[in-house]
Structures are given as structure tokens and as C-alpha cells.
């Protein structure tokens, strides 16, 4: 299902499906809001943002609030997220396979590149990172647990779609582009690259397209958490390597780790 952001997806969420709860959607389309923008909101912000009534997003805020979910400045009179949503997750980061086992050679890679290795998994239209191992002076703007970045934008998200059928692929890209405009135009020609060589290479690539000076590549391993498939990406600084090192070699290092964890994973 695709993620529901605003009062004119709920209406047509609720449309094809009368049993859908509509309460406790607008009350998670509150918390959805942070995601995006995790600065402190007024109840005037989200329910402008959301669509909402602001009485209906005062009752919400205020019984989220008393579940720990937010925090509320009374100075600034805002809300911000609170700790609930920080132990909601920790049973999903948890339980994500073989992460244990993983960490000593996620973390030996970010090393020999400088740069940070990740897990994510997809969500909607973004990958969400599980796991981050950074060298002491990774990569500007890390990827922290719980961040959140678009699949187009990722080497780990164009991994991913290189996995997915012809038609499911591009189903998702039409929703993509039609979505997030701005982020699909800067990230087509990475994009195309990527899908036309995933299979020869093993790996998808980014060489800076998405900004933030970053290279990176990306892996899409077979290993199943639930519906969502594991998937790996190594990102290092342009300033620290070239487009080629890509290729070369933070690529092909990448593919081997994921066959690492795909051959752990066949032997449980």
C-alpha cells in the first residue's frame, strides 16, 4: 500500500476499503509528518500540511502525546517526536536478519573506503536505513538508523529496481516521476545507468547525481525480512574517491559481502 500523507489520500484509501480505520490513520499521519520534516510543528503547521481539522489535530497531537509518542514545548507551544517512536522501531532494527553477524564486515569495508556502509529496506517510494557502519570520518550527511531517502536518489534503491519486474519497475518509476518530479529529473541518467548494467556488473551506482558530493554503489542481496528484501550500499565521499573506484573496486567489494550474507542465510 502506498503510503497515505495527506486528508486526500485517506478519503480514497477509505473509499476502496470501508474498514479501513481512519482514526488511527490521521493519528500516524501525524507522526509521518516528523519524517519529513523532523523540526518541532504547531497543531496550525499539521493540520494545514495534513489536510485536517486543527481541532481534530489538537485531539490527536494531545493523545500522542500522553503515549510518549510526542513532546510538547510549551514555551514555542509545539510538538516535537518523543521517545515511544524511538522504542517503537528498536523491535524492527532488532530483527533484522543477521545484522549481528554482519557489523564486523560492514564495518571493515567503511573502513578500507572511508566512507559508511548501510542496510535499508524499501518503504513506498524511499529506502529506509536499518543499519549504518561508518569510517571515524564517514561521509558528509551519514545515514543514520531510521533515515529515510528516496529509491531514484539511492545506489541501494536502484539495486532494488533493477531486481523488479519489467512492468513492475516501471510502474514504480511513472509513480516516481509523477511524485517527486524534482528528484526523478536529477536522478535519471544515474538511473538509466544503473538499470542497464545491474546485471553485468552486479551493482547499481550512484557518481554523485543525487548531490551532496556522495559516490556510492549498492547491492540488492536475498535476503527476506518479511515482504522487503535486505539491501546494501556503500557511499564515500567524492572528495575521498572517483567514479572509477566504483567500478574498480567499492563495487566489487560490495558484491562480495552481500554473497557473504546470501551464503549465511542458505546455511541456516
Known amino acids: ?83 515511544a517512536a524511538v522504542a517503537l522501531a528498536y523491535p524492527y532494527v532488532i530483527n533484522t536478519p543477521l545484522l549481528a553477524q554482519l557489523r564486523p564486515a560492514m564495518q571493515s569495508m567503511a573502513d578500507r573506503f572511508e566512507g559508511a556502509v548501510s542496510v535499508g529496506v524499501t518503504m513506498d517510494l524511499d529506502v529506509v536505513y536499518v543499519e549504518t557502519c561508518a569510517h571515524e570520518h564517514g561521509t558528509l550527511k551519514r545515514p543514520g538508523v531510521g533515515a529515510v531517502r528516496g529509491i531514484v536518489e539511492t545506489a541501494m534503491g536502484r539495486a532494488w529496481l533493477s531486481q523488479l519486474a519489467t512492468a513492475d519497475r516501471n510502474r514504480f518509476l511513472a509513480r516516481a516521476r509523477q511524485a517527486r518530479p524534482d528528484e526523478y529529473r536529477r536522478s535519471t541518467e544515474g538511473l538509466k545507468d544503473s538499470l542497464a548494467h545491474y546485471g553485468r556488473r552486479g551493482f547499481a551506482i550512484n557518481r554523485g547525481d543525487a548531490g551532496l558530493g556522495v559516490l556510492a554503489v549498492g547491492v540488492a542481496s ?47
Request: aromatic share 6%; charged share 25%.
Open 1 to 83: 500500500m502506498h503510503q497515505i500523507k495527506d486528508q486526500h489520500d485517506l478519503r480514497r484509501v477509505r473509499g476502496d476499503d470501508p474498514e479501513f480505520a481512519g482514526t488511527l490513520a490521521k493519528g500516524l499521519m501525524i507522526l509521518q509528518a516528523f519524517v519529513a520534516d523532523p523540526r518541532a510543528h504547531a497543531n496550525s503547521e499539521l493540520a494545514q500540511r495534513l489536510g485536517l481539522p486543527r481541532p481534530t489535530v489538537s485531539r490527536l497531537c494531545r493523545s500522542l502525546q500522553a503515549m510518549g509518542f510526542l513532546d510538547h514545548d510549551d514555551r514555542l507551544d509545539r510538538y516535537f517526536i518523543g521517545p
Open 222 to 268: 536475498n535476503i527476506r525480512y518479511g515482504p522487503r528484501r535486505l539491501l546494501f550500499n556503500c557511499a564515500v565521499p567524492g572528495f575521498r574517491a572517483r567514479p572509477a573506484d566504483l567500478l574498480a573496486a567499492i563495487g566489487p567489494a560490495m558484491v562480495q559481502l552481500v554473497n557473504m550474507a546470501d551464503r549465511q542465510v542458505g546455511l541456516r
